[in-house]
């Protein structure tokens, strides 16, 4: 559907030394950090390891977690090795012995250029000298009820006696183990933890916040309908589909402009007596439904090409006019549009004349999102459409090409910042937030060779639908048959599967 692209700055920019003041604990080794540039997607950062203690060491170890996402890409000067976002470096053979007060230093590239390293440890001790707990990672929501919240992480270095779960300054739980439910909640609630270590020397840092929601929320008149495009691969009869799968609704992809402000199927097939027409009606004859998506990551597209919010309004309109349709769908995505403030804002006005134009039609916005949730432009594009009251019914993002090597999690976790992101920009409660928005994946293998799996689907569809949620759709229905071992095509999934799973799931939201 489309491949998210990374832009990398050209010029290194200075930046200064993060090193905080160290205590004054017992004599040991530290490992005191420096960020010596950043750009826009990366940076260089040097740890400088410093023997402290009154004989020489042979070896050291400094690790640390950098946030959801990041990742180092290069080392010197130490070996690296890799667990998720944990990050190990131990000395190579010519610097491991380090005198009473000599120090040696090692370096390294890492993305986001925002980011810095957290929990940092140098041989199993804290980087300032200190003997208190490290810091637990893999902080993880593990399941919900109507009253309770499930969290599980992993144990934390430096012989803890303890863990305490915390709710902003208030201490939820305290115990030995490193899971517990956090009960006595509402129904359809949001919930921020974070989790820290103890012991008789102190409290360490607090591990990466979590949020999680309890289930109950109000079930709304939310629709299944994965995206299905007729000018792709080998697109399948819709009617076999329905008749396999119980499926009802498709999105079908893509109208974009043709000679200057003019909507087509792909720039090319005229709206009325094609192929997508004829599967149209085909969908309708056996009592289902489609929502044309406008857009796409690729194409020659109708937000740029019509100048104004009033010529975009028109060109979408005839668009509802030539299916009489109930719902449409702007697949906002790239640079051309949603990347550019001035054609979101055109597109969203626009919206706000069908909306006005055509009472009770349903408008849907479709975006990319990080693995944390919408990044800058996405965050701008609700804003906006608060401000101008553009009554946009659904936010679907798109939790795919991202970065992620667990679908499942990071979909919910990009998910939930939605929610939170809509609820400050409209002042909705959780309820209301998960009845505005929409999930899209990608089914099977994507672009990065991520994997959503049947079982990831289920419980994407199950999370959703406890959650009312108001649209699941996945990309693509074309590709919707098992092909294990064969790669991202655009005729099947790359992993084994029955025709038509990811299409059945969905039916049972």
């Known amino acids: ?102 120090t040696v230093s090692f370096g390294f590239i890492a993305s986001p250029g925002s980011a810095v390293p957290l929990n940092c440890r140098v041989n199993d001790r804290n980087c300032d000298g200190g003997d208190g707990p490290g810091t637990p990672v893999n902080f993880r929501v593990t399941g919900s009820t109507e009253t309770g919240i499930s969290l599980a992480w992993d144990a934390a270095a430096g012989a803890p006696t303890g863990y305490r779960v915390y709710e902003g300054t208030t201490v939820k739980w305290t115990g030995p183990g490193t899971s517990t439910t956090i009960g006595g909640l509402g129904t359809c609630e949001s919930h921020t933890y974070v989790v820290k270590a103890y012991n008789a020397q102190g409290e360490s840092n607090a591990s990466a916040a979590v949020t999680g929601s309890t289930i109950g929320c109000p079930q ?160 701008r594009l609700i804003n906006q459409a608060a401000a101008l009251q553009a009554g946009i019914d659904v936010f679907t993002i798109m939790p795919f090409d991202f970065g992620s090597s667990n679908v499942r999690q990071d979909t919910i976790n990009a998910s939930e910042s939605l929610k939170a992101a809509l609820k400050t920009a409209f002042g909705w409660t959780d309820a209301q937030a998960y009845s505005h928005m929409g999930i899209s994946g990608m089914n099977g293998l994507s672009d990065q060779q991520e994997m959503t799996s049947t079982a990831d689907w289920t419980a994407i569809r199950d999370w959703a639908k406890a959650r009312g949620l108001a649209r699941l759709a996945f990309w693509a229905v074309n590709r919707d048959r098992p092909c294990p071992g064969g790669g991202v095509t655009s005729t099947c999934s790359g992993i084994a599967q029955p025709d038509w799973e990811f299409t059945r799931i969905s039916a049972g939201f």
């Open 220 to 379: 709304g008149q939310g629709k299944a309908a994965p995206y299905l495009f007729l000018g792709w691969g080998n697109p399948p009869s819709p009617a076999t589909v329905m008749n396999a799968t119980g499926i009802k609704h498709f999105t079908m992809a893509f109208i974009l402009a043709q000679n200057g402000c003019n909507p087509a199927w792909d720039s090319q097939r005229p709206l009325l007596g094609g192929a997508d027409q004829a599967a149209i009606n085909q969908i309708r004859a056996a009592g289902g439904d489609v929502v044309p998506s406008i857009g796409g990551w690729s194409g020659n597209k109708l937000g740029p090409n019509c100048a104004t919010p009033q010529l975009l309004a028109g060109a979408y309109q005839r668009v509802i006019d030539a299916y009489n349709l109930t719902s449409i769908d702007v697949d906002i995505e790239n640079t051309d549009e949603f990347e550019n403030a001035v054609v979101q804002d055109r597109v969203l006005n626009a919206l706000k004349i069908v909306k006005q134009n055509n009472p009770g039609i349903k408008t849907i916005l479709t975006f990319g999102t990080t693995r944390t949730g919408p990044n800058p432009w996405g965050i």
């Open 1 to 102: 559907m489309r491949n998210l692209r990374i832009l990398f700055a050209l010029l290194l920019a200075t930046a200064g030394v993060l090193v905080a003041t160290t205590p004054a604990y017992a004599a040991n080794v530290t490992a005191a950090f420096t960020k010596v540039g950043q750009w826009g997607s990366a940076f260089e950062g040097r740890y400088t390891v410093k023997n402290e203690t009154p004989a020489p060491i042979t070896s050291w170890k400094v690790e640390f977690d950098l946030p959801a996402g990041g990742n180092v890409s290069s080392a010197w000067d130490a070996v690296l090795t890799r667990s998720g976002t944990h990050f190990t470096f131990t000395n190579v053979g010519w610097n491991g012995t380090v005198a009473p007060g000599a």
